[in-house]
T-cell receptor, first 115, second 112 residues
Framework: DAGVTQSPTHLIKTRGQQVTLRCSPKSGHDTVSWYQQALGQGPQFIFQYYEEEERQRGNFPDRFSGHQFPNYSSELNVNALLLGDSALYLCASSPESGRKTTEAFFGQGTRLTVV | GENVEQHPSTLSVQEGDSAVIKCTYS??????FPWYKQELGKRPQLIID?????GEKKDQRIAVTLNKTAKHFSLHITETQPEDSAVYFC???????????FGGGTRVLVKP
């Protein structure tokens, strides 16, 4: 089992550009969450996808959007990039288990640098 | 929404000593409290977790305690080793599902 995989590992973009990050969940997991981790801080929840729909959303602007595919993989899109969007973007997958919170497994992240 | 505070932000201990990290949370509906270890340039890895129906949980040199009344939980690492050096994050999750709210992290340095 490859665990949670993310691509690319590193990315440099210019202000105003758009970026797409990708995530493949751990085998058997159907729920994908995205987090933004600024340098020296804890991860901040962006949104969560389940059954191809956004189920929860954190305090992030509409420039941040996502998608989940039938195979449970997911994309994070960020439009009109700002310097402040520079961060490590983490994907976490977990198995859906009703109302019980389950363990989240993280990918290695995508380091996005906006210049 | 949920807010998680974590202290201290940095912790330096001598090898063999114990390390304690404390977190408080605001949402009384939170019922799942994981701890993650993140080494430089690597993914956060779950090291231990506890649910609200349990007061304490141990796994070898690591233990976590939970006080629901006071809304705080702590990580205890005994007999620290240099490989324990990393950033540790506490998190809380509740009725909102798998959404995790993280603390700000504690950088632990174990000096040989």
């Amino acid at each position: 089992d490859a665990g949670v995989t993310q691509s690319p590992t590193h990315l440099i973009k210019t202000r105003g550009q758009q970026v797409t990050l990708r995530c493949s969940p751990k085998s058997g997991h159907d729920t994908v969450s995205w987090y933004q981790q600024a340098l020296g801080q804890g991860p901040q929840f962006i949104f969560q996808y389940y059954e191809e729909e956004e189920r929860q959303r954190g305090n992030f602007p509409d420039r941040f959007s996502g998608h989940q595919f039938p195979n449970y993989s997911s994309e994070l899109n960020v439009n009109a990039l700002l310097l402040g969007d520079s961060a490590l973007y983490l994907c976490a997958s977990s198995p859906e288990s009703g109302r019980k919170t389950t363990e989240a497994f993280f990918g290695q992240g995508t380091r996005l640098t906006v210049v | 929404g949920e807010n998680v505070e974590q202290h201290p932000s940095t912790l330096s201990v001598q090898e063999g000593d114990s390390a304690v990290i404390k977190c408080t949370y605001s949402d009384s509906a939170s019922n799942y409290f994981p701890w993650y270890k993140q080494e430089l340039g690597k993914r956060p890895q779950l090291i231990i977790d506890i649910r609200s129906n349990v007061g304490e949980k141990k796994d070898q040199r690591i233990a976590v305690t939970l006080n629901k009344t006071a809304k705080h939980f702590s990580l205890h690492i005994t007999e620290t080793q240099p490989e324990d050096s990393a950033v540790y994050f506490c998190a809380a999750s509740g009725a909102a599902g798998n959404k995790l709210t993280f603390g700000g992290g504690t950088r632990v340095l174990v000096k040989p």
